[in-house]
């Protein structure tokens, strides 16, 4: 059976496979420490974070942050991130699913916001890049959206059609990516947004990632 004739997943990592939400909720506080705001919860922070992550920071702050402020924040964000990530895991079932999904045939990749270069040895060093036809990070300035990249990204896969494809992800942001592509969406709850405004997106909303394979088995069939 040839790529073209199967269903591709393509997984979103952080806040999706990869369960870093305490990570995130750390380094966001760290960044927003450095402009005097208090510390947020898990909770707070799924009900008001978005992108592009500029925007989810003027709804902390009352006002977009401005560049220079953006690059600090940026900054602080990703150093407190690099040091705590080491102590998150895998999301659970995530490395049983990935090799059920290969085993039966189909194909799957990894696009993530997350720098490219720090994505890959991370996804390596939990033995799941085998399962993968792509891994693919953010190359270049963060805060902006998935969308465009994820229209690069499928474009690069050969024989994989859009219409065959399902995005995986914990934000908004993926369902708009897939629509951009031509793909469908399924979103997960444990990540970075809450049921309630994952259900504004307009597509399945999972609460677990094997609810989410077999949204995918079904929106493929």
């Known amino acids: 059976m040839g790529k073209h004739d199967s269903a591709h997943i393509v997984w979103d990592w952080n806040g999706t496979l990869f369960h870093d939400n305490e990570a ?3 380094a966001t506080n760290a960044a927003s420490a450095e402009l005097g ?11 008001l974070y978005c992108v592009p ?6 709804r902390l702050m009352g006002r977009l ?5 953006w690059e600090v924040m940026d900054d602080i964000f990703h150093r407190y991130y690099a040091e705590h990530r080491g102590l998150c895991g895998l999301t659970e079932g995530a490395a049983e699913l990935l090799a ?3 085993s039966a045939g189909h194909s799957q990749s990894l696009l993530s916001m ?3 270069d720090e994505l890959v040895p991370l996804v390596r060093g939990f033995g799941i890049e085998p399962h993968f036809i792509r891994v693919e990070g953010r190359v270049g300035p963060s805060g902006g959206s998935k969308a ?4 690069r990204h499928l474009g690069t896969l050969g024989d994989v059609e859009p219409g065959r494809t399902v995005v995986i992800g914990d934000a908004a942001d993926d369902a708009v990516a897939a629509q951009a592509a031509g793909a469908q969406a399924v979103l997960y709850t444990g990540g970075s947004h809450g049921r309630a405004s994952l259900e504004e997106a307009g597509v399945p909303v999972v609460d677990s990632l094997a609810e ?5 088995e079904r929106l493929v069939a």
């Open 114 to 116: 997350y720098v490219h």
């Open 53 to 58: 992550v500029p925007r989810f920071y003027e």
């Open 24 to 26: 995130i909720i750390g």
């Open 212 to 216: 989410a394979v077999a949204e995918a």
């Open 100 to 102: 059920g999904w290969r």
């Open 37 to 47: 705001l208090e510390p947020i919860t898990l909770e707070q922070y799924r009900a």
């Open 65 to 69: 942050p401005t560049k220079a402020e």
């Open 148 to 151: 465009e990249h994820m229209v």
